[in-house]
């Protein structure tokens, strides 16, 4: 039996993950859920998963979901009520779902508690990767992406020697506008940019894969997972979204997984690692597909994720500000304040603005990320 505790249990990466579960009652139980402000879900979830624990954002949402759950269930609320979920002794793995900065203490909390951590909040690496991946090595705790390229690089490194990797890449679908020039890009709309060929996933990130913001992301958090120089991790353009990644070893052999783009099958691969289990998915088929087609990545085109790569290299705050910012930008796109491209206006202001120190802790991270977020929602 593993026992879950599931940060982010409304989001799209949640409700995946618990669709996992129900697929596998005799071998899953969930021990926590937590949530935003979706109550409504919340309640449903944990009347059909009866957690041990739910958190909700806050203590008027706590109560209210006191008057619908029974009386054993644990209720907590805000950041606290998270750490106490993230470490709850019942769990085995705890599943960092939430989206932003929130899930850096949550992850660390988990670390410190000896759990496994199926990660699939991207700040928590990009913001503090130093400080994670030393926490987890300190601890003896493994860190498994649930994200889909870092789980392929995850499953195609499996038991090879670090000296034997010449270089990572990860696959870009090129997200909502990919076959968009830049002058087209001036008027699209919240709906334009929502609308993800492959990927079901959360409206953050659909806008992070259509500004390339979520590659550069991805490629920040893998050079922390996989412990590589930047110059060796490499993003190339497949728009079926087939190939989720792969590695080149030193013999120039490649290593590559490949699945038909499901979530759950990433998701479940964090809960079950080192095991394999089935999953509800579709079986690939290659002979349907018949064609994979691959292009170089146009930096010009996507001007964020080189400057995501700029961040990465310069490295202590960079990452914090350009997801910080980031954030800003894309909650202010969604509320149509700003344009498409004025994302990109945004981060490089606030970027050119910064002058990198080293952030020691989790402290000095929060201030340089208020800083950016300040910075971000007065340009
Ligand atoms: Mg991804």
Redesign the pocket.
């Known amino acids: 039996m593993k026992k879950i505790a599931l940060l982010g249990s409304t989001g799209s990466v949640g409700t995946q993950t618990l669709n996992i579960v129900s697929h596998h009652p005799e071998q899953f139980q969930v021990t926590a859920l937590t949530a935003g402000n979706n109550i409504e879900l919340l309640i449903k979830q944990a009347k059909q998963y009866n957690p041990d624990l739910v958190c909700l954002a806050t203590k008027e949402l706590a109560e209210e979901a006191r008057l619908h759950l029974p009386a054993s269930m644990r209720i907590v609320y805000g950041e606290e009520g998270l750490i106490e979920a993230a470490s709850i002794e019942e769990a085995d793995v705890v599943v960092t779902a939430i989206v932003g900065s929130r899930g850096l203490p949550a992850t660390l909390a988990a670390i410190d508690a000896g759990k496994t951590v199926a990660l699939a909040n991207k700040e928590t690496l990009v913001t503090a990767g130093h400080l994670v991946m030393k926490r987890a090595r300190d601890r003896g705790v493994a860190i498994v992406p649930v ?4 789980s392929a690089l995850f499953q195609c490194l499996n038991g090879e020697p670090r000296e034997a990797v010449n270089t990572l890449t990860l696959t870009a679908s090129g997200g909502s506008f990919r076959d968009r020039s830049r002058d087209e890009l001036a008027n699209v709309t919240v709906a334009d940019a929502l609308r993800h060929p492959n ?1 079901s996933m959360g409206a953050k ?1 659909t806008i992070d894969s259509a500004t390339m913001v ?1 590659k550069g992301l ?1 490629v920040i958090e893998a050079h922390w997972l996989f412990d590589m120089p930047y110059d060796r991790i490499q993003v190339l353009m497949h728009p079926e979204s087939i190939i989720h990644s792969f590695v080149e070893f030193k013999d120039h052999s490649i290593i590559a997984q490949l699945g038909d783009p499901d979530m759950r099958v990433p998701i479940q691969y964090a809960l079950t690692y080192p095991e394999r289990w089935a999953t509800p998915t579709k079986r690939l088929d290659l002979a349907a597909i018949a064609k994979l087609s691959f292009r170089e990545m146009d930096y010009i085109r996507f001007p964020c994720l080189k400057l995501a790569y700029d961040c990465g290299i310069m490295g202590q705050s960079a990452p914090t500000v350009f997801n910080a910012a980031n954030e800003v930008a894309v909650a202010r796109f969604l509320r149509e304040e700003i344009s498409f491209l004025d994302i990109e206006r945004v981060l490089e202001t606030v970027i050119s603005r910064h002058e990198a120190v080293d952030l020691p802790d989790v402290q000095s991270i929060a201030e340089v990320d208020l800083w950016a977020r300040r910075l971000a929602s007065e340009i």
Do not use: L, Q, R, T
């Not at 994200?147 to 870092?150: A, G, L, R, T, V």
């Open positions: 994200d889909s390229e870092h990927w990130i979520n991805e």
